[in-house]
């Protein structure tokens, strides 16, 4: 019988199920951890403003880590060898998964806060620009996503560790069908993006 997941990804700000705690990022000075709206619009390079149905985009980037990542057994393998020692269908069985967002603190932008952040526990949180990438290519948001369930399976948030410790969750990517978003340099908790997507 094939897996199938029975829990919920609960939207904070957008999923009405059940009322949703956010933690404190312990960096609030710097970002924090809040509610998406169900839309964001934006311009980019002088461009004509755009609207990202953000419901939508994140529920497509879960589907492809729900329909293509959690069935594949190389990425079972891999997250198994995580210091939680759980494959990513024992990880997500273990309850329903929430997803903030990551808010700038004041006097920084969407294009400061990292691209991901996890509270250790069930719940993945990313900025309003993973989601605007998400849009354009639900495999970019789902790498994202991923990579904080991998903290959550145990990964280490440590960037100052040896790097084979220290690259842990990103290195999942490469066995669940993400490896074209693969980033060297994604380490432990100083995962920043590298420019701007808008300002």
């Known amino acids: ?3 199938s997941w029975r829990h919920k990804l609960l939207i904070a700000g957008i999923s009405g199920e059940k009322k949703i ?3 404190n990022t312990g960096a609030p000075r710097s970002y924090k951890c809040g509610k998406f709206d169900r839309s964001v619009s934006f311009a980019q390079d002088g461009g004509a403003p755009q609207t990202v149905q953000v419901e939508a985009t994140i529920r497509d980037a879960w589907t492809y880590i729900i329909e293509k990542s959690a069935p594949s057994s190389a990425c079972n393998t891999c997250f198994k060898k995580l210091p939680g020692k759980l494959r990513l269908t024992e990880l997500l069985d273990g309850g329903d998964i929430v997803a903030a967002c990551l808010v700038p603190g004041d006097g920084r932008t969407d294009n400061d806060v990292p691209r991901g952040w996890n509270d250790g526990k069930r719940l993945i949180a990313f900025g309003l620009v993973e989601v ?3 849009a354009a290519d639900k ?8 990579h904080e369930l991998a903290h959550l399976a145990g990964a280490s948030t440590n960037a100052r560790a040896a790097r084979d410790e220290a690259i842990q969750a990103e290195s999942v990517l490469k066995d669940c069908l993400l490896g074209q978003h693969f980033d ?3 380490l ?3 995962f920043r993006r590298s420019r701007a997507l808008y300002g």
């Open 1 to 3: 019988m094939a897996w």
């Open 21 to 23: 705690e956010l933690p």
């Open 132 to 134: 605007i990438r998400g």
């Open 139 to 146: 495999t970019s948001l789902a790498a994202t996503m991923l």
């Open 184 to 186: 060297p340099d994604a």
């Open 188 to 190: 432990g908790t100083v």
